[in-house]
């Protein structure tokens, strides 16, 4: 890796500054081919990420074919994120697999993997903390705090998520189109 000469934290603030700022490259083709060739991300060529993503450690995520990430995303694959096929995360989603313990006198960082199944949705604004499991076909809706898992084909609600409805099981939609320039 280069700036091996760097510590720790100065690599890891250098590499979280480039990766919010190639979230800004005004073009899908580039900034996909920039987050895989230069940063290590797993995305194929039918998935998109708009502007503004911010990605931390974009070598421990891995996005499915036909998903779509919304502006201003923020990913943390630090503990390692897995997002399946045809999965929509819209605007403003953040995504955490690290978190502070606030009962440890030191404040230290714990960590766990969050994956997130095909055919999930996250409306906008949704907050996801480490450990997490959303299900297939699951909706988490606008603004809403995910901390517990969340069954398959479920919709969830609410400051934290709580479970308020079914969704049909009968998915076959394919997120194939996009905006190209932004």
């Not at 199944?117 to 299900?135: F, K, M, Q, T």
């Not at 998520?161 to 079914?166: L, T």
């Amino acid at each position: 890796m280069a700036f091996r000469f760097m510590s720790p934290v100065y690599r890891l603030g250098l590499s979280m500054y480039l990766t919010s700022a190639w979230g800004h490259v005004p073009s899908q083709h580039l900034r996909r081919w920039g987050y895989r060739r230069l940063f290590g991300l797993t995305i194929p060529r039918t998935s998109v990420i708009y502007s503004g993503a911010e990605i931390r450690a974009p070598y421990n995520v891995v996005i499915g074919e036909f998903t779509s990430i919304g502006h201003h995303a923020i990913l943390d694959g630090r503990g390692g994120l897995t997002i399946g096929s045809n999965v929509n995360l819209s605007t403003g989603v953040w995504i955490w697999t690290n978190e502070h313990d606030a009962q440890d006198p030191d404040f230290k960082i714990t960590s766990a993997p969050v994956a997130i199944e095909d055919y999930a949705w996250l409306s906008c604004r949704v907050v996801v903390l480490p450990g997490v499991i959303i299900g297939r076909g699951a909706v988490v809706a606008a603004g809403a705090v995910v901390t517990k898992d969340v069954e398959p084909f479920t919709i969830v609600a609410g400051v934290p998520a709580k479970p308020i409805g079914k969704r049909s099981p009968a998915l076959r939609y394919c997120l194939s189109g996009y905006v190209p320039i932004v």
